[in-house]
């Protein structure tokens, strides 16, 4: 995993702490897409045994697809409850918002 993030220069993501020289925008899109690519590893190793296309299909709805009640409801809440920042620019709020429904 980190050859890839290596290779994608993303391996500056990778720290506790934002850098001081990074823009609070940039640090968010190199953070997401770290993200991005740790998850998709996961989920094709995860992915390997299945076959088909439908399975492959039908494991990543069981996974991630958010269609129970409970997850509904926590997700509403966690809109609801969004507040703009004033320190932050609209930028970083329609990020952050985006970041959410992911």
């Known amino acids: 995993m980190l050859?890839?993030?290596?290779i994608k220069a993303c391996e500056g993501a990778?720290?506790?702490?934002?850098?001081?020289?990074?823009?609070?925008?940039?640090?968010?899109?190199?953070?997401?897409?770290?993200?991005?690519c740790i998850k998709i590893n996961e989920i094709l190793v995860d992915l390997q045994k299945l076959t088909?296309?439908?399975e492959i299909l039908e494991k990543l709805k069981a996974t991630y697809e958010i269609?129970?009640?409970?997850?509904?409801v926590h997700l509403m809440g966690k809109l609801l409850c969004m507040?703009?920042?004033e320190s932050k620019s609209v930028v970083e709020h329609l990020?952050?918002?985006?970041?959410?429904l992911s």
Do not use: H, R
């Not at 050859?3 to 290596?6: D, E, K, R, S, V």
């Not at 823009?23 to 897409?33: C, H, P, Q």
């Not at 269609?67 to 509904?72: A, S």
């Open 14 to 36: 990778l720290v506790e702490i934002k850098p001081e020289y990074m823009i609070d925008v940039a640090w968010m899109k190199l953070n997401k897409t770290v993200i991005t």
């Open 95 to 100: 990020s952050i918002f985006t970041c959410t």
């Open 67 to 72: 269609t129970t009640p409970i997850n509904q």
């Open 52 to 54: 088909s296309a439908f």
């Open 3 to 6: 050859g890839i993030l290596f």
């Open 83 to 85: 507040q703009l920042d």
